[in-house]
Nanobody, 127 residues
Framework: EVKVVESGGGLVQAGGSLRLSCTGSGFTLDDYTIGWFRQAPGKQREGVSCITSKDGSTWYEDSVKGRFTISSDHAKNTVYLEMNNLHPEYTAVYYC????????????????????WGQGTQVTVSS
């Protein structure tokens, strides 16, 4: 069974940093693209960043470019999302997903094949 578990969320002040972790089981990081999505209250789930470890390619939603860094550790079967200079509007539940592919228009996945989702981890940025 392909499973992912997120960790690392919490409460942070504006301008602060957090590192989210997504640890997988039942697969290796070369098998899938790993994505981070977020969903704020009353809003649609939106893409934040993805990494395809097999070729090292990454994707970032425009508003997080230069602030967030996605990386992978094959030995730990874990993908990290380093988030710096956080804004209150980044407050959301952050989800990790394994996917075969996705096409984005802005932050919205216009088409994608998702394999599994984690339960999410809450990130709250106070002003």
């Amino acid at each position: 069974e392909v499973k992912v578990v997120e960790s690392g969320g919490g409460l942070v002040q504006a301008g602060g940093s957090l590192r989210l972790s997504c640890t997988g089981s039942g697969f290796t990081l070369d098998d899938y693209t790993i994505g981070w999505f977020r969903q704020a209250p009353g809003k649609q789930r939106e893409g934040v960043s993805c990494i395809t470890s097999k070729d090292g390619s990454t994707w970032y939603e425009d508003s997080v470019k230069g602030r967030f860094t996605i990386s992978s550790d094959h030995a730990k079967n874990t993908v990290y999302l380093e988030m710096n200079n956080l804004h209150p509007e980044y407050t959301a539940v952050y989800y990790c997903t394994t996917l075969l592919w996705a096409a984005f228009a802005g932050a919205q996945a216009t088409s994608a094949v998702f394999v599994s989702w984690g339960q999410g981890t809450q990130v709250t940025v106070s002003s």
